[in-house]
């Protein structure tokens, strides 16, 4: 499907006249909110509210890649993909709970700062490094060809200068006024995103002939959460214990999520944004799922599911509409690109050059440092899309999905128990982030390009990856327990981390956290057993 070649001139104008009034409100807000010589550039000086904060972090999660891939599961298999949205609620609720109130309390700027407090320089070190290679491989260069295919169809461009237009409005944001600009920014796109995706699922529901006409015409397990444990995609076993491994680590411990919740004006501000963030969540399965199903019903034979997401906006919508989808499209892609980046320049700037090279650096030359960071990142990150982008047949999705689960366990086995557990030794720790994490990734290049799994001949060496994610991160935690007890230095670095003078919850916190709790249980219950 040739996305180009139906748009027209009103649509390309819509997406021209979009990006000029985000880029003049991006500059509007660093002229207007001057930072004071002391303000802490990288986390908007701890100044974000709870709606910041939450259109931040679920702006950051959502991406074109996750808008068309969701839509794609929706059109084969329904809602089931809906877990990877609902069931983060636990670990949402785990960031707000236990993890917030330690990282704000620690006064921390970087999550591998607060592992520093709690284990030493040589944990921050490792972790400083795990970090960037993160941001670079997994939040920026996959993020920009997803994005640069998407540019591709939609301005008939080349490879390389969609993903060069990308980081300049990105770095732009980023540059401008760090983590204040693009929070502020973020609420914008994302407000824009939920109407024009509601529209989407509105004129769509109004074709199939409205709810019932939905429910009666699409098998009856395409409205379950959980499949039987012999599925071949999604069985609800590699859920239930595959995903809170991947939860824990993308939820809690990653630098560019977690990032909003460490600029909040207070803990109460980050715990009700962390909260929204879970309400927010809930949308994403009529927003970016439902499309899916209803593309099944209207257009069943489609030759590639994932066009699922681009054919309902291409044959629905009317000129200029088009264009403002494709508009919304790029600006999930800049909110993503862009919190990455400044997550990227944060943690080098901070752990790196002002640990390592410069205690006494001063607030100007840490901004000039996270500027120089952004522009290297971003040089970096083309060529790295340029190489995934010479990849052929591989289905990149599937294959980020794997990713993030052969990365999570290191880093939740190491968080969990370094926050959660007092006899967690720094050899321990560092034993996980450095052996741990070349087990984890051996066994994910094993699992993906050496001795794959090949369902239409009959092969299955491996279980699904969500389970092997479960068995490394089981072997882990045992590895680590291990490790600490035989530690006989009994752990010389004493942990700076002071847990007794830890902020209480709110009643208002705990009545919304109530409330979302409470509705989740209830949307699983309904969305079973059909």
Known sequence: MNIYDQLDFLDFAVVGMYLLILIGIGAWISIRNKRPADENYFLAGNSLNWTSIGFNMWGTNVGPSMLIASASIGYSTGIVAGNFSWYAFIFIFLLAIVFAPRYLGARVQTLPEFMGKRFGNSTQNILAWYTIVTVLLSWLSLTLFAGGILIQQILNLPMWLSVVILLLIAGFFTMAGGLKTIAYTNVIQMVLLIIVSFSLMWVGLDKVGGVSALIEKTPSNYWNLFLPSDDANYPW??????????????????????????????????????????????????????????????????????????????????????????????????????????????????DIFVKKFQPDASQKKIVKVGHLVTVSGAIISIFITMAIDSIKGLNLFDVFQSVLGFIAPPMSVVFLFGVLWKKTTTKAANSILIFGTLLSLTVGVLYLWVFPNNPSAGVKIWPHFLLLSFYIFVFLSFVIVIVSYLDKQSNPYKSTLDYSTLTKVSPKVKILWGALIFTMIALYLFFNGH
């Open 237 to 350: 076993t590699a859920i239930l214990l595959g995903y809170p491994i991947m939860g824990v680590w993308f939820w809690c411990t990653d630098q560019s999520m977690v990032q909003s919740v460490l600029g909040a004006k207070s803990v109460k501000q980050g715990q009700l944004g962390a909260n929204f963030t879970g309400w927010l969540k809930i949308i994403d399965v009529p927003l970016f799922i439902l499309p899916g199903i209803m593309c099944f019903i209207l257009f069943p034979n489609l030759t590639n599911p994932d066009e699922a997401y681009m054919t309902m906006v291409t044959e629905l919508f009317p000129t200029g509409m088009k264009g403002l989808v494709m508009a919304v499209l790029i600006a999930a892609l800049v909110s993503t690109i862009d919190s990455a980046l400044n997550a990227l320049s944060t943690v080098f700037t901070m």
